[in-house]
C-alpha cells in the first residue's frame, strides 16, 4: 500500500540552527513529491514540490528539499531556522493518475527556541 | 494570487443534523478534492471530483457523504447525518489541468459536532 512516513513527531531547534524534516515514502513508481506548511489554526501552504529533474528544488521562505531515490526520500532542510518558521510540516505524495489524491504523512512539529 | 476560499471557517452544529461545507476553487482549476484533519491527526483524503463526478474516495465517505458542484464556482461536501467522529477541519483543494501542478488548499473549515 502507498504510505509516507514522516519519523519525527516533534523537532525542537534553536533560532538560527540548521533544520532537516525526514520524509520517507514506500511504493515502487517515482512519485510527485510535496512538502506544504500549517501554521495553527491556519490551512495547509505549500512550500516547494518535486516532479521531475533536478533532484534538490528550492521553495519559500528559504527551505529546499532533495529527492533521493535510492532512499525513497524526500527530506526538507533550512540552513537557518527563524521563529516564525514554527509550525506543522507535512510531506505529501501524489502516485500519478488524472485526479489521484495527495497521500499525507502525520507530520512534523516544528518548535523553535529563542 | 488566486486562492481557494472555504467558508464558513467554523461550523458547530448538533449530532444527527446535516451540515454543508462550502468551498470556492481557483477558478481555472479542473480537479477538485475534499480531505479532512481530525485534531493532532495526519490530513487524509475524502474524494475528488473531475468533470461533475467523482473520480475517486476513500473509505471514509461513506454514504453519509455527498459532493456537488451546483454551479460553475462552488464545490460543495455534504454530510447528511452528522456524528461525533465527523469533527474535524476540513479542507478543500483545486488543482489545474496538468497533472505536474500542486494542489492548493484552502484555509478549511472546522466542524464541530456537540
Redesign the interface.
Known amino acids: 500500500a502507498q504510505s509516507v512516513t514522516q519519523p519525527d513527531i516533534h523537532i525542537t531547534v534553536s533560532e538560527g540552527a540548521s533544520l532537516e524534516l525526514r520524509c520517507n515514502y514506500s511504493y515502487g513508481a517515482t512519485p ?1 513529491l ?1 512538502w ?1 506548511v500549517q501554521s495553527p489554526g ?5 512550500l516547494l ?1 518535486y ?2 529533474g533536478d533532484t534538490l528544488v528550492q521553495g519559500i521562505k528559504g527551505f529546499e528539499a532533495e529527492f533521493k531515490r535510492s532512499q525513497s526520500s524526500f527530506n526538507l532542510r533550512k540552513p537557518s531556522v527563524h521563529w516564525s518558521d514554527a509550525a506543522e510540516y ?1 510531506c ?1 505524495v ?1 502516485w ?12 512534523t512539529r516544528l518548535q523553535v527556541t529563542l | 494570487e488566486p486562492e481557494v476560499t472555504q467558508t464558513p471557517s467554523h461550523q458547530v452544529t448538533q449530532m444527527g443534523q446535516e451540515v454543508i461545507l462550502r468551498c470556492v476553487p481557483i477558478s481555472n482549476h479542473l480537479y477538485f478534492y475534499w480531505y479532512r484533519q481530525i485534531l493532532g491527526q495526519k490530513v487524509e483524503f475524502l474524494v475528488s471530483f473531475y468533470n461533475n463526478e467523482i473520480s475517486e474516495k476513500s473509505e471514509i465517505f461513506d454514504d453519509q457523504f455527498s459532493v456537488e458542484r451546483p454551479d460553475g464556482s462552488n464545490f460543495t461536501l455534504k454530510i447528511r447525518s452528522t456524528k461525533l467522529e465527523d469533527s474535524a477541519m476540513y479542507f478543500c483543494a483545486s488543482r489545474a489541468a496538468d497533472s505536474n501542478q500542486p494542489q492548493h488548499f484552502g484555509d478549511g473549515t472546522r466542524l464541530s459536532i456537540l
Not at chain 1, 491556519?42 to 505549500?46: E, I, M, R, T
Open positions: 510527485y510535496f506544504y491556519q490551512g495547509l501552504q505549500l514540490k516532479f521531475s507535512f505529501a501524489f500519478g493518475g488524472t485526479a489521484s489524491k495527495l497521500t499525507f504523512g502525520t507530520g
